[in-house]
């Protein structure tokens, strides 16, 4: 794990060599120029670790002279910084920069051209095919890595300039379930409705679907105390490093059958209720329907959940049990129930959530310091992204679009009628089969999104993209997507603009400028500006991050999401201290009384229903859209490497990181290595009825012998997402990205030599 403090890791698991930090002003390594040191945050996961850059000035970076990163003491990641991190700014000075905008001529060939030329085609496609098709024609697509500011901005656009009602963006793969799960529960959604820090008091952690210890290796600090007490409990189907903290006395692994966690809790919950461990009267005063779950658990035995799931009866009483005693209702220190995208990313997403909050509340657990139910954002601003307008539902301050009040608040600060405002949109899956389909849009700007690679059934995803059209593309790298634009517009990245990111525990934080961009790339802030000039609407869209986070402020006051009392000035006055930062809601005050302070744990209260009870709902275990088969009768299961992240389009770019994990694999277990004949280092493929993978085998025991494993960051032959399904959840719109029906099979015995000829670049 990195260190604590903020000085360069030893190379290893989980960090490679950083760079120190660097007190006050000093000198660049071998350049000789000043430097100026930036507080600011890592631009990749929720996590959102604090770091320090120091960057030299302008003239001395155009001739290649470095920025260096050093951790920085933050509550999230106490000045500790994963490989990602470290090497963070190296994507800063990519060879391949987006630097001036491309347009895609008669030849089919993406050629340089100025901005207006670009901007102006733009425009004038929109026009056109809103004047033939319908305002409808047009859709956008944005990305949960954007800050808060151009989440907001790229809502509003949609809204505003546009007026259409197809907006979405890539946190409906990430985010979705959990959302929908907590906001039915406990009328709001927070990934983290208490500071991370937090869990290091708990005695026992309950984690599903998510492998920490590889996408977020700062935030495993914060489990010592759990594992500590024996209480550490991960659920997965694979022996991943998170699963590997339970060996010795730090817990339990429950290895289950894909597509089961469902199953899984349902069982804890008819532990729970069947020997009496329930916080029966937490549950009369502060929850409603625990008598129908406590009826719908009933058929869920141990016994019956063993033969589900895999996991032994024994452990999912141990498991009940470890929890019930860590709960305050029995003089515990603590439990945490915590969800990730392995459990969520599901059709019975919703559901899974749901089941979990429900033991969660059975418990005791939420409302109460050290204790609660959380799902762990995956996205740097995955929360944020959700809050202000790039849901197809949502208007800013985490309202619903079709909510009358909601529609005239947001209208009276955007200065328009609420009856123009159009109604909700689609999902992100529907809207993307629908694209170059008749009467779907014909039109597509993505904003922050690798669609290409990120999205599920990515050939199909390939093939309507292809249809449209027109498709403009926001990016800072070329990737495969930007590959298929007939515009690509170069944008700045995380060291080059002012803004906040909203942090898996819901922590408002600024993110800083440390270095100009490149000549020729412009803000997203920017963009939407010029295009709302060029589209007849010459106000409303400021480019300054603060003139449109204050506005951003105001469409949220009284939403569930309130960030009116915070604005860029009050968040370097106060991001300083050992709070880190402020969490929302953080709702402004009248003149003359004392600002309110955030608030780091939710609902110690109420909940945020009308009646400020938590609402228990009983749900049922279906399995898998896409179950084995005879043709497809294994597993396929799919994740991250500590190395890269999402569709690996900066990560690749790493040397460092493209060298420690350069291709695609496969994972499987000794036993199906030896039935479909193929050697650890050989090549494999994965069919499932959408397509076909092909990767390097890694034989480990850690596996299931039922379950194959690919990491998703590869575009290419060794496309994981060219395998899985789009089927989504029915309530969130969730696809169903972890678990799927494949064939396993040996490539040609030739592996050596078809391997070399194979292997794809840093970037493929």
């Known amino acids: 794990m990195p260190a604590r403090h903020p000085a360069p890791p030893a190379p290893g698991r989980h960090g490679v060599p950083g760079s120190a930090a660097v007190p006050g002003s000093a000198a660049v390594p071998g350049s000789g120029a000043p430097i100026t040191p930036t507080d600011t945050h890592c631009p990749y996961c929720a996590l959102q670790c604090a770091q320090t850059l120091s960057a030299?000035?302008?003239?001395?970076?155009?001739?290649?002279?470095?920025?260096?990163?050093?951790?920085?003491?933050?509550?999230?990641?106490?000045?500790g910084l994963c490989q990602k991190g470290w090497t963070s700014a190296q994507v800063l000075g990519t060879p391949?920069?987006?630097?001036?905008?491309?347009?895609?001529?008669?030849?089919?060939?993406l050629r340089p051209v100025g901005w207006d030329e670009a901007l102006g085609h733009v425009a004038a496609r929109l026009t056109a095919l809103q004047a033939e098709h319908g305002r409808e024609s047009i859709a956008v697509f944005g990305g949960g890595g954007l800050t808060n500011e151009k989440a907001y901005?790229?809502?509003?656009?949609?809204?505003?300039?546009?007026?259409?009602?197809?907006?979405?963006?890539?946190?409906?793969?990430?985010?979705?379930?959990?959302?929908?799960g907590a906001t039915r529960a406990f009328g709001v959604d927070r990934g983290l409705p208490f500071p991370l820090a937090d869990l290091g008091g708990a005695q026992a952690v309950l984690l599903l679907g998510s492998n920490l210890a590889e996408t977020m290796p700062p935030a495993v600090a914060h489990l010592a105390g759990?594992?500590?007490?024996?209480?550490?409990?991960?659920?997965?189907?694979?022996?991943?490093?998170?699963?590997?903290?339970?060996?010795?006395?730090?817990?339990?692994?429950?290895?289950?059958?894909?597509?089961?966690?469902?199953?899984?809790?349902?069982?804890?919950?008819?532990?729970?209720?069947?020997?009496?461990?329930?916080?029966?009267?937490?549950?009369?005063?502060?929850?409603?329907?625990?008598?129908?779950?406590?009826?719908?658990?009933?058929?869920?035995?141990?016994?019956?959940?063993?033969?589900?799931?895999?996991?032994?009866?024994?452990?999912?009483?141990?498991?009940?049990?470890?929890?019930a005693d860590a709960s305050p209702a029995r003089g515990g220190t603590g439990a945490y129930i915590l969800t990730g995208r392995g459990a969520e990313q599901s059709t019975q997403g919703t559901a899974t959530v749901t089941a979990a909050i429900n033991l969660a509340l059975a418990l005791g657990l939420p409302g109460r310091v050290g204790s609660g139910y959380g799902a762990i954002t995956g996205q740097g601003n995955g929360q944020g992204g959700r809050e202000h307008g790039q849901k197809s539902d949502q208007l800013p301050g985490y309202r619903k679009i079709d909510d009358p009040a909601a529609r005239a608040h947001v209208a009276a600060v955007w200065g328009v009628d609420p009856a123009d405002l159009p109604g909700p949109g689609l999902p992100a899956i529907e809207l993307l089969r629908r694209c170059g389909t008749p009467g779907g849009p014909r039109a597509l700007l993505v904003h922050g999104c690798n669609l290409v690679v990120s999205a599920p059934d990515s050939d199909r995803v390939r093939d309507r993209l292809a249809a449209l059209d027109l498709l403009v593309v926001c990016d800072i790298v070329p990737s495969e997507t930007t590959r298929l634009a007939d515009v690509v517009l170069p944008v700045t990245q995380w060291a080059e603009?002012?803004?906040?990111?909203?942090?898996?525990?819901?922590?408002?934080?600024?993110?800083?400028?440390?270095?100009?961009?490149?000549?020729?790339?412009?803000?997203?802030?920017?963009?939407?500006?010029?295009?709302?000039?060029?589209l007849g609407v010459t106000v409303g869209f400021p480019t300054d991050p603060a003139a449109v986070f204050d506005e951003l402020a105001r469409a949220s006051a009284g939403g569930p999401a309130d960030y009116s009392g915070l604005s860029h000035a009050r968040l370097d006055a106060e991001s300083r201290g050992p709070g880190g930062a402020l969490h929302w809601p953080c709702p402004a005050v009248p003149d003359g009384q004392v600002q309110h302070p955030g608030t780091p744990r939710m609902f110690l209260e109420r909940f945020g229903t009308p009646d400020g009870r938590a609402r228990m709902v009983a749900v049922e275990h279906r399995g898998p859209s896409d179950d084995l088969r005879p043709d497809a009768p294994v597993y396929l299961i799919t994740g991250r490497v500590l190395q890269h992240y999402q569709s690996g389009a900066q990560t690749r770019r790493v040397p460092a990181l493209a060298a420690a994990q350069p291709e695609p694999y496969i994972e499987m277990h000794p036993l199906l290595a030896d039935r479909i004949g193929v050697r650890d280092g050989e090549l494999a493929q994965v069919t499932s009825s959408r397509g076909t993978a092909v990767a390097v085998a890694h034989v480990t025991a850690g596996a299931r012998p039922d379950t194959v494993f690919m990491p998703f960051h590869w575009a290419g032959e060794g496309s994981a997402n060219r395998v899985t399904t789009d089927a989504t959840d029915p309530v969130s719109g969730m696809p169903e990205f972890k678990v799927c029906a494949v064939d396993v099979r040996s490539v040609d015995a030739r592996a050596a030599d078809v391997r070399a000829a194979r292997r794809p670049a840093a970037i493929a």
Request: with cysteine; charged share 25%; hydrophobic share 40%.
């Open 56 to 79: 030299p000035d302008d003239a001395a970076h155009a001739t290649g002279a470095p920025v260096t990163v050093a951790g920085r003491d933050f509550p999230t990641n106490r000045g």
């Open 96 to 109: 391949d920069r987006l630097t001036t905008p491309l347009l895609r001529g008669r030849d089919g060939e």
């Open 153 to 180: 901005a790229l809502g509003k656009f949609a809204r505003v300039v546009l007026r259409t009602p197809f907006i979405d963006y890539n946190g409906r793969f990430c985010m979705a379930s959990a959302a929908a």
């Open 226 to 323: 759990a594992r500590a007490a024996g209480g550490l409990v991960v659920v997965d189907p694979r022996r991943s490093a998170t699963a590997g903290l339970t060996e010795g006395d730090g817990g339990l692994h429950l290895q289950a059958l894909p597509g089961t966690d469902l199953a899984v809790l349902l069982g804890l919950l008819h532990v729970v209720w069947a020997e009496r461990l329930a916080d029966t009267a937490y549950l009369t005063a502060r929850t409603t329907g625990a008598d129908d779950v406590r009826r719908s658990v009933s058929a869920w035995w141990p016994e019956r959940v063993e033969q589900v799931s895999g996991v032994p009866a024994a452990e999912l009483r141990r498991t009940a049990r470890l929890l």
């Open 497 to 534: 603009e002012e803004g906040t990111m909203t942090s898996l525990e819901g922590r408002v934080i600024r993110r800083r400028l440390a270095l100009s961009p490149p000549p020729g790339v412009r803000s997203e802030l920017e963009v939407l500006h010029e295009l709302a000039v060029r």
